[in-house]
């Protein structure tokens, strides 16, 4: 164990650098998520909460393609990297916000007519008037958070995560007050209600987006990689090549955020109080998990430094810690989870008993399955370091559409389970993806050659 610890040490620690900054970032993303439920939940009640917390479910659903197939950028930055080759960083850079703004467009149009179709999600009326149009909102903010997204790319690809952390925190304060100076209407400020706080999360987007464009460009970090001959180079083989590498990856977001956000519907089918229920605990499980994904990201990064240094043991090294890093991390969370659920609640609701005791049951659902969530994140991102994308895909079809949500479906309500059935078939499926991702690395690691990495996945 010791021989082990003293080889895997410096992979940990770098993992451990890189992943702090980029942890912060994701958690302040998923806070505002946060920060609408809490201030809809305190200030406006349970139907409101419903209501906001659906279409957010529902719109993530729909951006989760596009945050999905837009990580990919950080690999391809960091495997670049590892070559030395700027130039290619630079078209890399510029192509991603082409396909951030196509994304943009398009996933916000899909959204959009999914709001104005709001009644097909079974809800009751005023879920439904609440949903539809505080979905059309967010699915404009939508086009500058993938902006960020994909411009956050080139920081977190060069292991310069503070920059968006940075950014993302400033945000978080700004989303804080503009909901509750938009709620609650504060001075000159209209009083908008709920749609005080999805107006909140547009506005902070915008400023997330154009800050750290603004930074990447005027910062002398970055300006070997905006050298003036750059610019002459097109970049659409690299906007076609995110897509195709991109895409994959985003579509395997797009299978687990869609088990939730059905989860959510099924939820709904059982009253307002048990999916405001349920919007409480997949809202703390969501935090936990989006942290999850920084230490995914950081795992991809390190992964495909090491594949542009053509090393197998580096590759290998960097994504078993990344799996031994996010098993601690869950592991502390679970044990919060299970021990400390009622508090927990008690931050959203506190007028409502029967939602919070539901709620507080689900949370303890939520600290069983910390531990597959966390791997199975982390074993999508190390095989998208390696640029494996198509297989994973599949696992994640198989594992949640297959496994997950039917079996969802016949203990919440043929087994009359209620909430509690619909998570015990969540966690089914993701036990299911934590077990054959990380299996589907390590296969590909065996078959590479020995400090010649070529071409991992076929």
């Given at each position: 164990m010791k021989q082990w610890y003293q080889i895997y040490k410096p992979e940990l620690a770098d993992t451990v650098r890189l992943s702090i900054p980029i942890v912060i970032a994701?958690?302040?993303?998923?806070?505002?998520?946060?920060?609408?439920n809490l201030f809809v939940g305190r200030l406006l009640g349970a139907i409101p909460l419903a209501g906001a917390g659906l279409s957010v479910s529902l719109t993530f659903l729909v951006s989760s393609i596009g945050v999905g197939g837009l990580s990919v950028i950080a690999a391809l930055v960091s495997q670049a990297n590892g070559r030395g080759d700027t130039a290619e960083i630079n078209r890399l850079f510029r192509a991603g916000l082409r396909v951030a703004l196509l994304l943009g467009l398009v996933l916000g149009l899909i959204g959009t007519v999914f709001a104005y179709h709001f009644e097909v999600f079974g809800q009751t009326p005023q879920v439904t008037e609440i949903g539809r149009n505080f979905m059309l909102i967010l699915?404009?903010?939508?086009?500058?958070?993938?902006?960020?997204?994909?411009?956050r790319q080139l920081c977190d690809g060069l292991a310069q995560p503070r920059v968006a952390m940075s950014i993302t925190l400033s945000a978080l304060v700004l989303n804080a007050v503009f909901n509750y100076v938009l709620i609650t209407g504060v001075g000159p400020f209209p009083a908008w209600g709920v749609y005080g706080s999805a107006v909140a999360t547009l506005l902070s987007r915008v400023f997330m987006a154009v800050a750290i464009i603004l930074y990447i460009r005027r910062a002398n970090l970055f300006q070997r990689y905006f050298q003036p001959a750059f610019g002459a180079f097109r970049v659409g083989d690299y906007v076609r090549k995110i897509l195709r590498l991109g895409l994959p990856g985003g579509f395997t977001y797009f299978f687990e955020a869609a088990t939730f956000s059905l989860a959510?519907?099924?939820a709904g089918w059982l009253g307002a109080d048990q999916l405001a229920a349920h919007q409480i605990a997949i809202n703390m499980a969501s935090t936990t998990y989006m942290m999850a994904t920084g230490i995914s990201s950081a795992g991809a990064i390190r992964v495909g430094s090491a594949l542009g240094r053509s090393s197998q043991t580096a590759v290998r090294r960097a994504g078993v810690a990344a799996l031994w890093l996010v098993t601690g991390f869950m592991g502390f969370t679970a044990?919060?989870?299970l021990t400390a659920n009622d508090w927990l609640v008690s931050l959203y609701i506190r007028d409502n008993?029967?939602?919070a005791a539901v709620a507080a049951s689900l949370v303890i659902m939520g600290g069983f399955f910390q531990l597959s969530d966390g791997v199975q994140v982390v074993g999508v991102g190390i095989l998208r370091g390696i640029s494996d994308v198509n297989v994973?895909?599949?696992?994640?079809?198989?594992?949640?559409?297959?496994?997950?949500?039917?079996?969802s479906y016949v203990l919440g309500f043929w087994l009359n389970l209620n909430a509690a059935g619909i998570w015990v078939g969540l966690l089914a499926g993701l036990t299911m993806a934590a077990v054959l991702l990380p299996l589907r690395f390590f296969r590909l690691i065996r078959r590479m050659k020995p400090d010649a990495?070529?071409?991992?996945a076929t």
């Open positions: 994701q958690l302040g993303v998923v806070l505002m998520g946060v920060t609408d699915s404009l903010s939508n086009i500058p958070l993938f902006l960020f997204i994909a411009a959510a519907m099924m044990l919060i989870f008993a029967e939602v994973p895909t599949i696992i994640t079809l198989f594992a949640y559409w297959i496994v997950g949500l039917p079996l990495v070529e071409e991992a």
